[in-house]
């Protein structure tokens, strides 16, 4: 069990392949599947399938909020055959193609939708996500970002959120 602090931005779209060429940098594309809630718990699941270099992995994920910044997060890798149980209790799903950079003793991840979400254009947009270690962490967004504006704590764009508005 970890627990998530996370901040949250939405920004113009950057030149992905100046992005893709930082060293280090990894590009996965990622189908998120959100499963129904289990009576009486008050938990986030989900299933995830990963595309990167030709591989492909399945992920579970249980996450379960502390405050609008901090999760309690818990994953593991499953099978094919899990993953494939698990969409049967699918509520809704989400496609994005992540890029994740190391910046600065960060990883700076940028999320890029293939479609607007709930009316919201992510067309020439994207989110970036930073993952702390502590809620007031400071930390210093790289120059070749464009932000638009923060995005930490509000619901409609976590995940979950989108996921349900496609």
Do not use: H
């Amino acid at each position: 069990m970890s627990v998530e602090i996370e901040r949250k931005f939405l920004i113009r779209l950057p030149d992905l392949e100046k992005i893709a060429a930082i060293p280090g940098c990894r590009v996965r594309r990622i189908v998120q599947t959100y499963l129904a809630a289990l009576p009486g718990k008050k938990v986030q699941r989900r299933v995830r399938l990963i595309r990167e270099n030709g591989r492909t992995d399945y992920v579970f994920t249980r996450k379960e909020n502390l405050s609008g910044i901090s999760r309690i997060e818990n994953e593991w890798e499953i099978s094919k055959e899990e993953y494939d149980r698990y969409l049967e209790e699918a509520y809704s799903r989400l496609e994005k193609t992540r890029y994740a950079f190391p910046w600065e003793g960060y990883v700076m991840e940028i999320d890029v939708y293939p479609y607007e979400i709930g009316g919201d254009r992510l067309i020439g947009r994207a989110i970036l996500e930073v993952e702390l270690g502590e809620e007031e962490e400071t930390f210093r967004i790289p120059d070749f970002i464009e932000v638009e504006r923060e995005l930490t704590g509000t619901k409609e764009f976590t995940n979950t959120g989108m996921a349900k508005r496609l």
